[in-house]
Each structure stands twice: as structure tokens, then as C-alpha cells.
């Protein structure tokens, strides 16, 4: 005998199963260049959150309540590794009670496990001020890193939801092939500059000056982590101008009076560089961090030329 249902309990049957269907998978990213790039994979099959604000520091993030409600709901978390969340992410993992998002599981990803890591010290001594025993962690400014993150995104995404991985994989491609082509341009721009001798307000650019051949031989904090100082600002200054330094790259959160001033005593131009996605307004996806930046940075040493 069949049981006949009424109309309306059918339908409610039949969205409820649609949306199960088709929920999107919720992403948590650390910081918003790691999310960008998510998006760019999962594109309208996953829902991006991102952790840190884009003009905050990523190694001091404001961990807020409402970070445990997020990861308590991710399917996947994504983080830098290397120590750059170490200080506020594994209490907010731990308060999240998410079995998904734990170390071993499909759904934690660490960025950098698959990318090529510079700076690992020798020895891990306090007195060297704050630095990374397992690296450099910010990898992600160089290009070529984020295509490898953004290949082992895909591949797990693939692993948690393998009826869309065609999808992930085409996204991937598209991707890859639009990095590629500015990459290219990128190369060709900052050629003219090669070898430039610039100073950093912390260790934050090694990658990206590496990748472009650019050359860092100073930065205003005496040690990483330790703020400038007279006596150390009162040294950088005749090695700038011996060396010829032309340009002092800085995050969007430091302070600006001091590299403002060793600027107006060198001759140096300051740019900010925006290391996260909407840390500038011009900034709003992975790839046009490095199309403002490079403008900016191109924009500044042909000022100092002139």
C-alpha cells in the first residue's frame, strides 16, 4: 500500500534535501591572502572566512569569542605554519571542540608545508630577538609560493569534497594561468631595478625580494621583533647612504615616524606594502597585492632616479 504525503511536507522535503546538497563548505583561513586564495579555488562551492584583519599584524591577531563559533563551524581551517599564528591560533582550535580542523585531519591545511622555506636558523636563541625556529613564515610574498599553496588547497579540497574536484581542479587552473601571465609582467617591470638595495622595517619581505632580485641589506628593527632604537637608527643611516639605499619597504602596521625620518635623512623613498589581501583598497584579491606594490615600488625608485 502507498503512503501518500501531502503536498507541502514533499516540498519541505525536497528543499531541505537541495540545501544539504548543495551547502557550501565553510573555510577558515588565518589571514585574508590565504582565504583569497581559497576563494579562488572553491569559488561559490565554499564559504571564506578570514581570521586576521588585513592591516594587522599576523604574528599579534585580536583573538575574539566569535573566532571559536567560526572554527567550531569550519570544515576546513588553513594556516601559515611556521610559528606566525602560534601566539593566539591553537587556544581558538582547542576552544573550538572541531575534530575536523585538528592536526592529522583532512580538514587542517598548513600553507607552508609544501613550499620552500628561507632563513631556518641554526639555533633558536632568544637573544637573537624574535625569530622563527622553523622559518621565515611569510612565504606568501612571493608569487610562485602562493601558486604551490593554492595546488595544495586544491588537493584538499579534493580529499573533502571529491564530487566537485573537477571543479577545484579547473578553478586551479584558471588560476595558475593568470598568475603565470602577471608573473611574467611582474618580472619584466622590477628587471630595470635589479640588484636595488633596499631596508625593511622587519623581516617580512626576504621571499618577495628574492623572487624579484631585489637586495635587502638592512632593516630599521635592531633585531626581529625588537623596536628601533637611537643607537641602531643612528648606524642605519651612514650605511644607507654609503650603500645607496633607495627604498624602505614596510608594513601597513608599523609605526611611520621612524622610517619617515631615516627617510628624510637618507634620501629613501618609503613604500608601504599592503602583505595581505585588502591591507589597500586597490588590494582586493591575491594577485593585485603584487600588481599595487610593484606600481608603488616602481613608482618610487623612478622618482629617485630623476
Known amino acids: 500500500m502507498k503512503i501518500k504525503y501531502p503536498i507541502w511536507l514533499c516540498l519541505l ?4 534535501w537541495a540545501s544539504v546538497a548543495h551547502a557550501k563548505l565553510n573555510v577558515v583561513a ?4 590565504l582565504g583569497a586564495i581559497a576563494r579562488e579555488i572553491g569559488k561559490d562551492k565554499v564559504e571564506v572566512t578570514s581570521l586576521a584583519k588585513p592591516t594587522e599584524d599576523p604574528h599579534f591577531v585580536d583573538a575574539k569569542p ?8 569550519a570544515d576546513m581551517l588553513i594556516e601559515g605554519g611556521l610559528h606566525l ?35 631556518v636558523p641554526a639555533t633558536a636563541d632568544r637573544a637573537m630577538g ?13 608569487p610562485i609560493n602562493g ?37 611574467s609582467e611582474w618580472q619584466k617591470t622590477l628587471e630595470p631595478f635589479r640588484g636595488t638595495k633596499i631596508v625593511t622595517y622587519h623581516k617580512t619581505f626576504p621571499y618577495f625580494a628574492n623572487r624579484f632580485n ?24 651612514p650605511m644607507m647612504k654609503n650603500e645607496g639605499v633607495k627604498l624602505i619597504l614596510i608594513e601597513p602596521f608599523r609605526e611611520r615616524k621612524t622610517p619617515e625620518f631615516v627617510a628624510s635623512q ?15 583598497k586597490e588590494t582586493d584579491d591575491y594577485l593585485s597585492i603584487f600588481d599595487y606594490t610593484i606600481n608603488q615600488i616602481v613608482s618610487a625608485l623612478k622618482t629617485k632616479s630623476q
Not at 630599521?220 to 643611516?237: A, D, F, Q, V, Y
Open 13 to 16: 522535503f525536497t528543499i531541505g
Open 30 to 33: 588565518t589571514t585574508s591572502d
Open 66 to 73: 566569535s573566532f571559536i563559533v567560526k572554527l567550531n563551524k
Open 85 to 119: 599564528e602560534i601566539g593566539w591560533l591553537p587556544n581558538l582550535v582547542v576552544g573550538a571542540r572541531n575534530k575536523k580542523i585538528l592536526a592529522g585531519e583532512n580538514g587542517y591545511l598548513v600553507a607552508s608545508a609544501r613550499v620552500p622555506i628561507i632563513e
Open 130 to 142: 624574535d625569530v622563527h625556529p622553523m622559518g621565515n613564515p611569510h612565504f606568501m610574498l612571493d
Open 147 to 183: 601558486k604551490i599553496v593554492a595546488a595544495h588547497i586544491c588537493d584538499r579540497l579534493c580529499q573533502i569534497d571529491a564530487a566537485n574536484c573537477n571543479y577545484y581542479k579547473d578553478n586551479l587552473k584558471d588560476f595558475t594561468k593568470r598568475l603565470d601571465q602577471k608573473f
Open 214 to 237: 631585489l637586495n635587502v641589506v638592512g632593516a630599521l628593527e635592531p633585531k626581529p621583533g625588537i623596536p628601533p632604537s637611537p643607537t641602531h637608527i643612528n648606524s642605519l643611516i
Open 266 to 280: 637618507t634620501g629613501a623613498k618609503v613604500v608601504v606594502f599592503p602583505i595581505m589581501v585588502g591591507g589597500q
